[in-house]
């Protein structure tokens, strides 16, 4: 089973800053098999970015993806109000389980 | 428009049975794979497992097989969620959500609202 590991647990930025979040897989994924979802409190996952860099329909630009080797990269140019939540990655590039990171939670500094 | 629309919520007491329900609309439900998701109190995402539901062909993660039972039934559009025998750990809200293709391995673009089940005694 892959595990993912995200960090930071938290980041605390203020809107218009950049936020880079980190996802790292314990073993290749294959074909960079790799989501991000966005989660806000009392909603359900809502996907951002498939295939470790494609933008899902509707998704801003300011959200992009990218990969080396194991590490997995979402990155947020400028910090908008409604972009303040938690942020899962998720691998499906091997056997089930498909697993998802931890989580980190952006949060208002 | 696609959506998946979730049975509601459910109290029940440790021992009880129980199944929840998902119901696509919008798009050919046979075609695309349907996967659940656990969301225990205040934690992570976790993947359960997904089904086919032209062939009912079920993929389960090694922590949830033999807990759960996923099925479909194509023939309404509709994924299914079921326990036999509840425990108070089982309490959290569900999701489930679609594959955008007929490959289990892709990832998921549309999900339904969640189903919150309460276990307790």
């Known amino acids: 089973e892959i595990v993912l590991t995200q960090s930071p647990g938290t980041l605390s930025l203020s809107p218009g800053e950049r936020a880079t979040l980190s996802c790292r897989a314990s073993?290749?994924?294959?074909?960079?098999?790799l989501a991000w979802y966005q989660q806000k409190p009392g909603q359900s996952p809502r996907l951002l970015i498939y295939s470790a860099s494609a933008r899902a329909t509707g998704i801003p630009d300011r959200f992009s993806g990218s990969a080396s080797g194991t590490d997995f990269t979402l990155t947020i140019t400028r910090l908008e109000p409604e972009d303040f939540a938690v942020y899962y990655c998720q691998q499906y590039g091997s056997s089930p389980p498909f697993t998802f990171g931890p989580g980190t939670k952006v949060d208002i500094k | 428009d696609v959506q998946l629309l979730q049975s509601g919520a459910e109290v029940k007491k440790p021992g009880e049975s129980l199944r929840i329900s998902c119901k696509g609309s919008?798009?050919?439900?046979?075609?695309?794979?349907i996967g659940w998701v656990r969301q225990m109190p205040g934690k992570g995402l976790e993947w359960m497992g997904i089904i086919y539901p032209g062939d009912s062909d079920t993929k389960y993660s090694p922590s949830f097989r033999g807990q759960v039972t996923i099925s479909a039934d194509k023939s309404i559009s509709t994924a299914y969620l079921q326990w036999s025998s509840l425990k108070a750990s089982d309490t959290a809200m569900y999701f489930c959500a679609r594959h955008p293709s007929g490959y289990s391995n892709s990832w998921s673009d549309y999900w339904g609202q969640g189903t919150l089940v309460t276990v307790s005694s």
């Open positions: 919008g798009y050919t439900f046979s075609n695309y794979w």
């Open positions: 073993e290749s994924v294959s074909s960079n098999s």
